[in-house]
């Protein structure tokens, strides 16, 4: 059923009674602060739908995603702060504003031209707010590391301070492996995590040269794992072996095979 403004307001209504004197416990005891969890949880399930092509799978997600959205609007119009229909005229105003090349006089020949006037405007935006701290102080800290750090890492870079090229960040990357080497040799708990950290937030660098995103990349690789390792379980388990008393040269055969499965051999 296509949603129109009646599915929303009922949605809208089904949250206030279960946030009313006699609706749920549990509903009743949220807070901004409590919903945190759930909807960093229910945005990633979104993306495990997106990325199983499941489109039912998909509308549901979204539909739970949407939830947490009317769940802390209701919680802040009960504050006397905002509802949803202004967290939605706000998201309406903003995108009319961001996009002059469509609802305004400006053109755009190309995605990269309407990125440079979306961070222009953006800037705009926040020429009459308060300064916080710096250019990079409205990354939330909440985000993912990977995540995170591709984002701050782009912003310094717009501001200009980044390598010309990807060669730069590489020979960079080079020499922060060699550090973490150091490290590792000279049994420093400290050191190595520093320089651990020095060469995950230098391959961000590197994979934002290649317009690559390193959050993407590793959850795939995490999947491709997960799916690799089933493989190797369900295959001493039918031999009637225990994994964790089987030989890793046998193990290797086996994620070997798993491997060739996905290249179709």
């Known amino acids: 059923m296509k949603a129109d403004k009646t599915e929303i307001a009922k949605l809208v209504s089904l949250m206030k009674r279960l946030r009313s004197a006699d609706g749920c416990p549990w509903d009743k ?7 945190v969890p759930f909807i960093i949880e229910e945005a990633y399930e979104v993306i495990a739908a997106i990325d199983e092509k499941s ?10 995603l949407l939830f947490q959205i009317v769940f802390a609007s209701r919680i802040a119009e009960e504050a006397g702060r905002f509802d949803l229909n202004d967290v939605i005229a706000e998201s309406y105003e903003k995108m009319i504003r961001r996009h002059p090349h469509v609802f305004g006089d400006k053109t755009a020949k190309d995605s990269a031209e309407v990125l440079r006037r979306w961070s222009e405007i953006k800037r705009e935006e926040k020429k009459g707010k308060p300064f916080a701290h ?13 995540m995170r750090a591709h984002k701050v890492s782009h912003k310094a870079a717009k501001a200009g301070f980044d390598w010309i090229d990807v060669a730069g960040a590489l020979d960079k990357l080079d020499e922060e492996i060699d550090e973490f080497k150091k490290a590792v040799n000279d049994k420093d708990p400290s050191t190595i995590e520093e320089e651990l950290g020095d060469i995950l937030f230098t391959l961000v660098n590197v ?14 690789t995490i999947g491709k794992f997960i799916t690799r390792f089933h493989h190797v379980e369900q295959a001493v388990q039918e031999q009637g072996k225990d994994i964790s008393e089987t030989p890793m040269a046998a193990l290797e055969a086996l ?3 798993a491997k060739g499965k996905e290249k179709g051999r």
């Open 29 to 35: 005891g949220q807070t901004l602060d409590s919903l």
């Open 134 to 146: 710096g250019l990079l102080s409205d990354v939330p800290s909440s985000m993912p590391a990977l």
């Open 255 to 257: 994620w070997q095979e």
């Open 55 to 64: 489109f039912p799978s998909i509308k549901e997600e979204l539909g739970d």
């Open 207 to 220: 994979a934002r040269h290649l317009d690559a995103n390193p959050e993407n990349a590793l959850r795939k």
